[in-house]
């Protein structure tokens, strides 16, 4: 019971903790082992008895035969005992046979007087055995007691004959009997163990897959989930996360809307009043009121930029991307014309901006994806060089495939960024200065286009100082169509 009382108080305290395969296990095992041991109680006690039978039977037999040697003669008795039988009876150490002639109350004839009388016997019946246990010099041992009626009927005397014979061998025979059944049952339990645990596994195989298939996905991806031959516990379990996720599909996908329509709404305004603050600006002649127009210019030309962001953010997310076409990209020839189109920006900010040229001959570098969107996140590559890196910087912009990957790198020889803030600064309006005109999206938008083509970005720091924004992309299957 204190087993079983430990095996339940580990069971209440697994809930929360630990693996469902093991609390499936352990209450499995617990009436498994509960069996074995009652098993192990009721099959010795059955050897005991067995034995006990055996040994009562050799007893009852020795005290018969102890009995006829002794015989009534006269007034006395005659024992015909002779001390080669004794030798024999007393022979084994280990099992020794004790025993002892009597006529009650007390009289002593021969063997041991230390062996105890049966207990509670008033008026015993003649010629009818008593088998009881006892104790002999802290010895445990087995009796057999027989009543024997002596002498004429006028003269009659009962004679207790009594036999008894250490439990050495009985307990060797009980535990014997025992290691033969429980060994053989033990690796049973342990087999139909293995058994159960292989079912449970197997049983829980549905909810292993699930786990799996919500790990691998996406932060973003709220496709539903697939489990139709799972069993009905599982699949119920499915539908309920399937219905979550269409939930949040839904809301995400009305704010995504929202954004969507509500930047193409301000596209239009934001135009016309860059166009009219740029004609305003041409035609006045009043220096306080160019300063206010140049700012009222540079905010639109700030939130026009912000609402382009967001259009390009909008299209990058998983649904919209899913639906553009993909089409087989050189990266080096691709690369090199989004390049041209940047240098009038990078002029104007004072940006010395090249290319650092293939040698000759060198292969393509194929890649399969939607153009806009890589466009776009070189773009945002160079841009945020351009802005951050200082004027009479220095941006440099290289492609090249190396280790299955197209590798687009844009360098520049500015400030740089501390290494704390080179993964907060792909979070959404995160800004790590407040320096310049950006609105925090780019290099979200760069990830978002990356991870869209099964890619990655992210930033190192250049000696003495600089910073290298790196875009991997996985090479396409067949580099010799590229173009």
């Excluded at 395969?21 to 059955?46: F, I, K, M, S």
Aim: aromatic letters at 4%; proline letters at 7%; glycine letters at 6%.
């Amino acid at each position: 019971m204190a087993i079983l009382s430990w095996l339940q108080r580990r069971l209440a305290s697994a809930v929360g903790h630990r693996s469902l395969h093991r609390q499936l296990l352990l209450w499995v095992l617990l009436p498994q082992l509960v069996l074995w041991l009652a098993a192990a109680y009721v099959t010795y006690n059955v050897a005991a008895r067995y034995a006990n039978r055996g040994i009562d039977a050799s007893l009852l037999q020795a005290t018969r035969s102890l009995a006829r040697q002794v015989k009534p003669i006269g007034n006395g008795l005659f024992i015909d005992f002779p001390r080669a039988a004794q030798d024999i009876i007393e022979a084994d150490p280990d099992d020794r046979v004790y025993y002892m002639v009597s006529t009650p109350p007390g009289q002593f004839i021969l063997g041991n007087r230390q062996l105890p009388l049966p207990p509670g016997i008033e008026h015993p019946r003649l010629g009818e055995p008593y088998f009881y246990d006892g104790k002999l010099d802290a010895v445990r041992i087995r009796l057999a007691a027989l009543f024997v009626p002596i002498g004429d009927k006028d003269e009659r005397q009962v004679m207790l004959v009594q036999i008894a014979r250490s439990q050495a061998s009985r307990d060797e025979l009980a535990r014997g009997i025992l290691l033969d059944t429980v060994l053989p049952l033990s690796a049973l339990i342990v087999l139909m163990t293995m058994i159960v645990w292989a079912g449970i596994r197997a049983g829980l195989a549905p909810l292993a897959r699930l786990r799996a298939l919500v790990e691998d996905r996406a932060p973003n991806d709220l496709a539903p989930l697939e489990l139709e031959a799972a069993p009905q516990e599982v699949r119920a379990l499915a539908r309920a996360l399937n219905q979550l996720l269409a939930a949040v599909q839904e809301s995400v996908a009305a704010q995504r809307r929202f954004i969507s329509n509500a930047a193409h709404q301000l596209r239009t305004p934001l135009a016309g009043l860059k166009s009219q603050t740029e004609i305003a600006l041409k035609d006045n002649r009043d220096p306080e009121l160019a300063t206010r127009l140049a700012r009222v210019h540079e905010g639109a030309v700030r939130s026009a930029h912000l609402v382009n962001q967001l259009l390009t953010l909008t299209r990058a997310e998983p649904e919209a991307a899913a639906a553009l076409p993909r089409t087989l990209l050189n990266m080096r020839s691709s690369v090199a014309a989004w390049v041209t189109d940047c240098v009038p920006r990078a002029l104007q900010a004072g940006i010395d901006l090249g290319l650092d040229d293939a040698p000759p001959g060198a292969p393509p570098v194929p890649v399969l994806g939607n153009e806009l969107l890589l466009r776009e996140a070189v773009f945002n590559l160079i841009d945020n060089a351009i802005r951050y890196a200082g004027s009479g910087a220095e941006v440099t912009v290289s492609v090249r495939a190396e280790g299955g990957r197209a590798q687009v790198e844009v360098s520049d020889n500015g400030p740089g960024l501390p290494p704390d803030q080179h993964e907060a600064v792909f979070g959404r309006f995160y800004r790590a200065t407040h320096e310049g005109s950006g609105c925090g999206l780019g290099l979200a938008i760069v990830r978002e286009i990356a991870e869209r083509h099964q890619g990655q970005v992210r930033l190192r720091s250049l000696q003495p100082h600089g910073l290298c924004a790196q875009l991997s992309l996985p090479l396409a299957a067949a580099p010799a169509a590229a173009g």
